[in-house]
């Protein structure tokens, strides 16, 4: 419990812990990989390099030491985070090693500006967003583990199928040994654990079917310089085994009858697959008007394309827009693939499909300017903020529709993946 001087002692010394956020926590990775290298295994090395958890720890801590006083508005924000460190397999006993580590980079870094008080103060700052974080996962774990097919920490998978949906995505559809149905919300992803270079790598991946079958399916892109996904792709056959967390996520269908719409560009088509199936075989949803609106570069990067389009044919509730950005001689003859548009996504599109309707439930995943951009439409049409929905894989960045005003702006956690 933080007591008032505490809360004035934080107050009165965040001007300098916000002109040194980013030294601090650029201290604080290097001091706690050298004390604790068993806690390298949750770190995505990547986003150590380009520097993306420095800055977003840095603003994570200096926005919730902001509102101390106004914790109860977090809501969705901790849940995020939440369900994110359950991904990763974070467990209690990890809460004391970042603390320790976070004030000693405080004080490593602030030198003769703190003295025992105020890193007691920041210290039980720090205390209070962990007891919160660690209420949240222990629920969290709890019902994730007694839902139908659900189990702790990770568990081997094999590889059934590998089926390629465009040039740059391929699916893999994974068993466990006991063939147990499944129950997870649509939307949610999983996390796979594979070692790389001594170290243990996870990567979550969204599930791209509906739930309550005896198999997962992801839908994998190629990075360039992805290591995992390299690796699934050039690596992984049918028949290899595969290490799986359980589904975690709160970026899921919402069970009413709001009319849905799904923008998504790239291979952020997946959990957009999954909510589409689940919604459109689901009776308590039946005759609810689906929006369904991908970006995508041309008919060769196009995925899931002869699907939608199936469902969009035979249920009159499920409308497409499909739009290529980049297409091929033979899209603009229209000879392959299925685009509707060409160019960009605007709202013109939006107009199109929802006229001056605004009481929907709002799903966006794709690259960050995609994003971003939808968002703000999103906003500008008058969709209601707890409607408007998104998952974005990596280190937290603000990315929120301009007229949104938020409490919390980056709740970054302090584990991260992708």
């Known amino acids: ?153 990770f568990k081997v998978f094999n590889v059934i199928a590998k089926e390629k949906e465009s040039e740059i995505i391929t699916s893999f559809v994974l068993q466990a040994d006991d063939k147990q149905v499944i129950d997870f919300e649509p939307g949610q992803y999983i996390t796979l654990l594979q070692a790389f270079d001594g170290l243990e790598h996870r990567r979550n991946y969204s599930l791209s079917d509906k739930p309550g079958k005896t198999t997962l399916r992801i839908s994998v892109k190629r990075e360039e310089d992805g290591q995992w996904s390299n690796h699934l792709h050039d690596d992984v056959k049918m028949g290899d085994q595969l290490k799986v967390s359980a589904p975690y996520g709160n970026f899921v269908l919402k069970q009413n009858t709001k009319p ?88 013109t599109h939006f107009i199109q499909h929802l006229g001056d309707v605004s009481d929907v439930e709002f799903y966006v995943l794709g690259p960050k300017p995609f994003m971003q951009c939808a968002l703000n439409m999103a906003a500008n049409l008058g969709i209601p903020q707890d409607q408007i929905h998104y998952e974005f894989f990596g280190p937290l960045e603000e990315i929120q529709p301009e007229a949104q005003q938020v409490v919390f702006k980056s709740a970054d956690e302090v584990f991260e993946t992708a």
């Not at 030198?111 to 205390?127: K, S």
């Not at 060769?300 to 739009?323: C, L, M, N, P």
């Open 1 to 153: 419990m933080i007591t008032k001087q505490q809360r004035q002692l934080i107050e009165q010394t965040l001007p300098a812990v916000e002109a040194h956020a980013f030294d601090i926590t650029s201290t604080f990775y290097p001091l706690m990989f050298g004390r604790y290298p068993q806690v390298l295994n949750y770190f995505n090395q990547a986003n150590q390099i380009r520097g993306t958890q420095r800055h977003a720890l840095a603003n994570a801590v200096i926005i919730y030491a902001k509102n101390l006083d106004r914790l109860d508005q977090l809501g969705e924000r901790v849940s995020l985070i939440a369900h994110k460190h359950c991904s990763l397999g974070i467990l209690p006993e990890h809460y004391p090693i970042v603390g320790e580590c976070l004030l000693a980079a405080i004080a490593e870094v602030l030198g003769d500006a703190v003295n025992d008080d105020i890193i007691a103060a920041w210290g039980a700052a720090y205390q209070q967003l962990a007891d919160i974080l660690m209420g949240v996962e222990q629920d969290i774990y709890s019902r994730h583990q007694q839902r139908a097919g659900g189990w702790e920490g």
């Open 260 to 347: 849905m719409v799904l923008v998504t560009a790239g291979v952020g088509i997946t959990p957009a697959i999954s909510m589409l199936t689940a919604a459109t075989s689901d009776h308590r949803m039946e005759g609810r008007d689906i929006h369904f609106i991908h970006c995508a570069r041309n008919s060769q990067h196009h995925a899931f394309g002869e699907y939608v389009q199936r469902i969009s044919d035979s249920d009159a509730s499920v409308r497409k827009t499909v739009i290529y950005s980049d297409p091929l001689a033979s899209d603009l003859k229209g000879s392959t693939g299925s685009a509707d548009a060409f160019g960009l996504l605007n709202e």
